[in-house]
Protein backbone atom coordinates (compact mmCIF):
# COMPACT_ATOMS: atom_id res chain seq x y z
CA UNK A 1 0.00 0.00 0.00
CA UNK A 2 3.03 2.07 -0.46
CA UNK A 3 2.54 5.95 -1.35
CA UNK A 4 -1.39 5.26 -1.02
CA UNK A 5 -3.00 8.32 0.47
CA UNK A 6 -5.83 7.21 2.70
CA UNK A 7 -8.65 10.04 3.51
CA UNK A 8 -10.20 9.70 6.93
CA UNK A 9 -13.55 9.84 6.86
CA UNK A 10 -14.43 12.73 9.53
CA UNK A 11 -12.15 15.91 8.75
CA UNK A 12 -13.70 19.03 8.62
CA UNK A 13 -12.22 21.57 5.67
CA UNK A 14 -9.45 24.17 6.73
CA UNK A 15 -10.60 27.01 5.72
CA UNK A 16 -14.04 28.49 4.76
CA UNK A 17 -15.97 26.86 1.72
CA UNK A 18 -15.66 28.89 -1.06
CA UNK A 19 -18.65 28.46 -3.98
CA UNK A 20 -17.15 26.90 -7.34
CA UNK A 21 -20.60 27.27 -8.90
CA UNK A 22 -23.41 30.39 -9.14
CA UNK A 23 -26.29 28.77 -10.08
CA UNK A 24 -29.50 31.28 -10.55
CA UNK A 25 -32.92 32.25 -11.52
CA UNK A 26 -34.64 29.54 -10.33
CA UNK A 27 -37.82 30.00 -8.18
CA UNK A 28 -38.24 26.20 -6.97
CA UNK A 29 -35.08 25.76 -4.60
CA UNK A 30 -35.09 22.40 -5.22
CA UNK A 31 -33.69 22.69 -8.99
CA UNK A 32 -30.49 23.19 -7.44
CA UNK A 33 -29.75 19.88 -5.84
CA UNK A 34 -27.56 18.53 -8.67
CA UNK A 35 -25.43 22.10 -7.55
CA UNK A 36 -25.15 21.40 -4.65
CA UNK A 37 -24.34 17.60 -4.30
CA UNK A 38 -20.94 19.01 -6.50
CA UNK A 39 -20.46 22.00 -4.41
CA UNK A 40 -20.40 19.82 -0.87
CA UNK A 41 -18.56 16.86 -2.33
CA UNK A 42 -21.67 14.94 -1.61
CA UNK A 43 -21.31 15.54 2.52
CA UNK A 44 -23.63 17.19 5.03
CA UNK A 45 -21.75 19.73 5.60
CA UNK A 46 -22.04 19.75 9.18
CA UNK A 47 -21.57 16.53 9.80
CA UNK A 48 -19.90 14.94 7.13
CA UNK A 49 -22.44 12.27 6.73
CA UNK A 50 -21.42 11.10 3.39
CA UNK A 51 -24.13 9.70 0.22
CA UNK A 52 -22.66 6.52 0.01
CA UNK A 53 -23.11 6.11 3.50
CA UNK A 54 -26.74 6.49 3.99
CA UNK A 55 -29.45 4.22 2.32
CA UNK A 56 -30.65 6.40 -0.13
CA UNK A 57 -34.48 6.10 0.58
CA UNK A 58 -34.64 9.33 2.25
CA UNK A 59 -32.28 11.51 0.04
CA UNK A 60 -29.92 14.51 1.79
CA UNK A 61 -32.01 17.34 2.31
CA UNK A 62 -31.44 21.04 1.10
CA UNK A 63 -30.52 23.49 3.75
CA UNK A 64 -31.79 27.23 4.27
CA UNK A 65 -28.57 28.57 5.91
CA UNK A 66 -31.00 31.52 6.65
CA UNK A 67 -34.05 30.07 7.80
CA UNK A 68 -37.23 30.11 5.06
CA UNK A 69 -39.33 31.19 8.08
CA UNK A 70 -37.14 34.30 8.51
CA UNK A 71 -36.00 35.12 4.98
CA UNK A 72 -38.36 34.12 2.46
CA UNK A 73 -36.64 36.34 -0.43
CA UNK A 74 -33.43 33.88 0.00
CA UNK A 75 -35.73 30.39 -0.51
CA UNK A 76 -34.30 30.36 -3.35
CA UNK A 77 -31.10 32.21 -3.40
CA UNK A 78 -28.04 29.26 -4.39
CA UNK A 79 -25.37 31.51 -1.65
CA UNK A 80 -27.83 30.81 1.01
CA UNK A 81 -28.32 27.00 0.38
CA UNK A 82 -25.94 24.37 1.90
CA UNK A 83 -26.29 20.13 1.76
CA UNK A 84 -27.19 18.57 4.72
CA UNK A 85 -28.25 15.16 6.10
CA UNK A 86 -31.87 15.24 6.78
CA UNK A 87 -30.53 14.51 11.04
CA UNK A 88 -28.62 17.57 10.67
CA UNK A 89 -30.97 19.89 8.84
CA UNK A 90 -34.12 18.41 11.02
CA UNK A 91 -32.47 19.42 14.25
CA UNK A 92 -31.08 22.96 12.57
CA UNK A 93 -34.86 23.86 11.87
CA UNK A 94 -35.68 27.83 12.10
CA UNK A 95 -31.90 28.52 14.02
CA UNK A 96 -28.96 30.43 12.56
CA UNK A 97 -26.08 28.49 13.08
CA UNK A 98 -22.17 28.96 12.13
CA UNK A 99 -22.28 29.45 8.14
CA UNK A 100 -19.84 26.92 6.77
CA UNK A 101 -18.74 29.09 3.66
CA UNK A 102 -18.09 32.14 6.38
CA UNK A 103 -16.12 30.02 9.20
CA UNK A 104 -13.79 27.34 8.74
CA UNK A 105 -15.43 24.32 10.59
CA UNK A 106 -11.81 22.58 10.68
CA UNK A 107 -11.04 25.32 12.84
CA UNK A 108 -14.08 24.84 15.26
CA UNK A 109 -14.09 21.68 15.47
CA UNK A 110 -12.53 18.11 16.34
CA UNK A 111 -13.18 14.69 16.17
CA UNK A 112 -11.36 12.16 18.08
CA UNK A 113 -10.66 8.48 17.02
CA UNK A 114 -13.10 7.35 19.53
CA UNK A 115 -15.67 9.31 17.81
CA UNK A 116 -16.03 11.86 20.49
CA UNK A 117 -16.24 15.70 19.76
CA UNK A 118 -15.38 18.71 20.76
CA UNK A 119 -15.10 22.74 19.97
CA UNK A 120 -11.73 23.61 19.63
CA UNK A 121 -10.46 25.63 22.59
CA UNK A 122 -14.19 25.91 23.57
CA UNK A 123 -15.03 28.15 20.48
CA UNK A 124 -18.56 29.39 20.45
CA UNK A 125 -19.04 28.74 16.72
CA UNK A 126 -18.11 24.57 17.23
CA UNK A 127 -20.28 24.59 20.59
CA UNK A 128 -23.36 25.98 18.95
CA UNK A 129 -22.51 23.11 15.88
CA UNK A 130 -22.40 20.64 19.04
CA UNK A 131 -25.34 21.91 20.95
CA UNK A 132 -27.93 22.53 17.87
CA UNK A 133 -26.97 19.54 15.73
CA UNK A 134 -26.40 17.02 18.84
CA UNK A 135 -22.97 15.86 17.38
CA UNK A 136 -21.89 14.90 20.63
CA UNK A 137 -24.74 12.68 21.08
CA UNK A 138 -23.93 8.81 22.40
CA UNK A 139 -25.25 7.33 19.20
CA UNK A 140 -24.08 9.82 16.92
CA UNK A 141 -20.21 9.40 18.57
CA UNK A 142 -20.53 5.84 18.92
CA UNK A 143 -21.07 5.31 14.81
CA UNK A 144 -18.47 7.63 14.45
CA UNK A 145 -16.31 5.15 16.50
CA UNK A 146 -17.37 2.48 14.61
CA UNK A 147 -16.71 3.80 10.94
CA UNK A 148 -13.62 4.91 12.11
CA UNK A 149 -12.50 1.74 13.16
CA UNK A 150 -13.54 -0.20 10.30
CA UNK A 151 -12.34 2.40 7.56
CA UNK A 152 -9.11 1.61 9.05
CA UNK A 153 -9.19 -1.51 9.07
CA UNK A 154 -11.11 -1.65 5.58
CA UNK A 155 -8.00 0.54 4.14
CA UNK A 156 -5.54 -2.00 5.49
CA UNK A 157 -7.16 -5.63 4.64
CA UNK A 158 -9.67 -4.92 2.13
CA UNK A 159 -8.74 -2.36 -0.36
CA UNK A 160 -11.87 -2.23 -2.34
CA UNK A 161 -14.07 -2.50 -0.14
CA UNK A 162 -12.71 0.51 1.51
CA UNK A 163 -13.05 2.36 -2.02
CA UNK A 164 -16.78 1.11 -1.56
CA UNK A 165 -17.03 2.70 1.25
CA UNK A 166 -14.92 6.45 0.44
CA UNK A 167 -15.53 6.79 -3.55
CA UNK A 168 -17.86 9.56 -5.03
CA UNK A 169 -21.28 8.76 -5.98
CA UNK A 170 -21.58 7.25 -8.95
CA UNK A 171 -24.09 9.19 -10.45
CA UNK A 172 -21.69 12.29 -10.44
CA UNK A 173 -24.38 15.44 -11.48
CA UNK A 174 -23.54 16.26 -15.31
CA UNK A 175 -23.87 20.07 -14.58
CA UNK A 176 -23.41 20.64 -18.24
CA UNK A 177 -27.05 18.38 -19.09
CA UNK A 178 -29.94 20.40 -20.00
CA UNK A 179 -31.92 19.20 -17.21
CA UNK A 180 -29.47 20.91 -14.62
CA UNK A 181 -29.03 24.39 -16.90
CA UNK A 182 -29.86 27.41 -14.81
CA UNK A 183 -31.90 30.59 -16.33
CA UNK A 184 -28.58 32.23 -15.35
CA UNK A 185 -25.03 31.31 -14.01
CA UNK A 186 -22.51 33.85 -12.56
CA UNK A 187 -19.71 31.35 -12.07
CA UNK A 188 -19.82 28.93 -16.03
CA UNK A 189 -16.08 28.39 -15.55
CA UNK A 190 -17.15 26.54 -12.49
CA UNK A 191 -18.44 23.63 -14.53
CA UNK A 192 -15.20 22.61 -15.54
CA UNK A 193 -14.11 22.08 -12.18
CA UNK A 194 -17.03 19.46 -11.10
CA UNK A 195 -16.42 16.19 -10.34
CA UNK A 196 -18.48 14.71 -13.33
CA UNK A 197 -16.15 16.66 -15.67
CA UNK A 198 -12.77 15.34 -13.40
CA UNK A 199 -14.20 12.10 -13.98
CA UNK A 200 -14.95 12.60 -18.08
CA UNK A 201 -11.22 14.47 -18.29
CA UNK A 202 -9.90 10.70 -17.31
CA UNK A 203 -7.40 10.41 -13.98
CA UNK A 204 -8.37 13.84 -12.28
CA UNK A 205 -10.97 12.45 -9.71
CA UNK A 206 -9.42 10.31 -7.36
CA UNK A 207 -10.73 6.53 -6.60
CA UNK A 208 -11.29 8.11 -2.54
CA UNK A 209 -12.07 10.99 -0.51
ZN1 LIG B 1 -25.44 15.90 8.97
Not at 63 to 85: G, S, V
Not at 178 to 199: C, I, T
Request: with cysteine; proline share 9%.
Amino acid sequence: MAGRVIPEPYVYPTAPHVRRHGPDGWKDYRRYREWLRDEFSFRCVYCLEREVWREMREPMHIDHFEPQAIRKDLKAEYTNLLYACPACNGLKSDTILPDPCAVALGNSLRIYEDGRIEAKNKNPEGQALIDELALDDPLTVDRRRRMIGTLRTLAEFDWPMFVEWMRYPKDLPDLNDKKNKPPHNGKPEGVAQSYFEKKKRGDELPEVY
